[in-house]
């Protein structure tokens, strides 16, 4: 069983940053890659940005050179470094593993942006 959990949401106004933590724990033999996700209301699940085990990122466009994706390997823990946020960012954020054995979720962490 693998087990994550994301830290780090609030309400910001817009222009400001936050910083999402999502730290693994379980028996994981390896990862392929971890990423962040978000659902609005109303809205389809979608990819933020997601970090590979060879250290390749990948971001939606509509975050391009706003956010920021890093992990520490040590921690077993993938970051998302948000800044110059918009009241359209506002969504349930998830953590994503995909793993050796398996896809794993967090239950998400909140992130408002007022106006």
């Known amino acids: 069983q693998v087990q994550l959990v994301e830290s780090g949401g609030g309400l910001v106004q817009a222009g400001g940053s936050l910083r999402l933590s999502c730290a693994a724990s379980g028996r994981i033999f390896s990862i392929n890659a971890m990423g962040w996700y978000r659902q609005a209301p109303g809205k389809q699940r979608e990819l933020v940005a997601e970090?590979?085990?060879?250290?390749?990122?990948n971001y939606a466009e509509s975050v391009k050179g706003r956010f920021t994706i890093s992990r520490d390997d040590a921690k077993i823990t993938v970051y998302l470094q948000m800044g110059s946020l918009k009241p359209e960012d506002t969504a349930v954020y998830y953590c994503?593993?995909?793993?050796?054995?398996?896809?794993?979720w967090g239950k998400g962490t909140l992130v408002t942006v007022s106006s």
């Open positions: 994503n593993a995909n793993t050796v054995p398996g896809d794993y």
């Open positions: 970090i590979t085990s060879g250290g390749t990122t």
